[in-house]
């Protein structure tokens, strides 16, 4: 099946800073990818949906100036997590999409989040 | 009530036995649905799409109810190796997939 790579895999980083995630596709063009967080014992939750070339779309309750979305290519996806607290450590995974919503998602391995 | 709702468990079955996992759904629109496995730490991994007709993959059988909105996998044999969280994922037309929390499922020796 089609890859996608996540970078880093585990981050650990002082409360205030910025942190940036990176999610590739590796084999295949992403039209489309999705950015979701899932906290212990919970489901994934949709942050945001990002096209190549245009603004993420975010889901309600998620602060777009907080968690900046960049899809500047379409293997390429970053997600920027601004000055990080204690309750934004999570587990973050991307999955991207080939085409219309009826493609598969392949899912990348994901990024454990820790703030202290 | 939640769009997909699942007993989160656990389940702990011994080797060899079969067990189910229901999920209901509230949106009586939605088009697609699926089962994913996901390990700790790690990411969902596709285990097997449901349709209609019911369908079956090796020790895996998926049923789809629509008229109830319910959701099945059953698991025949179990081994040690099922041992993961088992999401119920939900897709209505031109929006994302809506997972459930997932139920646990621990497999004993």
């Known amino acids: 099946g089609a890859v996608v790579s996540q970078h880093p895999s585990r981050v650990i980083c002082k409360s205030g800073t910025s942190v940036k995630i990176e999610c590739r596709s590796l084999?295949?063009?992403?039209?489309?990818m999705f950015w979701y967080r899932q906290f212990p014992k919970q489901s994934l939750m949709l942050m945001a949906t990002s096209n190549e070339g245009s603004k993420a779309t975010y889901e309600q309750g998620v602060e777009k100036d907080k968690f900046l979305i960049n899809h500047a290519s379409l293997t390429l996806s970053t997600l920027t997590v601004t000055s990080a607290h204690p309750e934004d450590s999570s587990f973050y995974i991307c999955?991207?999409?080939?085409?219309?919503?009826?493609?598969?998602?392949?899912f990348g391995p994901g990024t454990r989040l820790l703030v202290l | 009530r939640k769009e997909v709702e699942q007993d989160p468990g656990p389940f702990n079955v011994p080797e060899g036995a079969t067990v189910a996992f229901n999920c209901t759904y509230s949106?009586?629109?939605?088009?697609?649905f699926f089962w994913y496995r996901q390990d700790c730490r790690k990411e969902p991994k596709l285990l097997m799409s449901?349709?209609?007709s019911g369908n079956e993959d090796g020790r895996f059988t998926a049923q789809l109810n629509r008229a109830s909105q319910y959701i099945s996998l059953l698991i025949r044999d179990s081994k040690l190796s099922d041992s993961a969280t088992y999401l119920c994922v939900v897709h209505s037309g031109n929006t994302p997939l809506v997972f459930g929390k997932g139920t646990r499922l621990s497999v004993i020796a």
């Open positions: 449901v349709y209609s």
């Open positions: 084999d295949f063009q992403a039209t489309t």
């Open positions: 999955s991207a999409q080939s085409g219309g919503w009826e493609e598969t998602q392949y």
């Open positions: 949106n009586s629109a939605s088009q697609s």
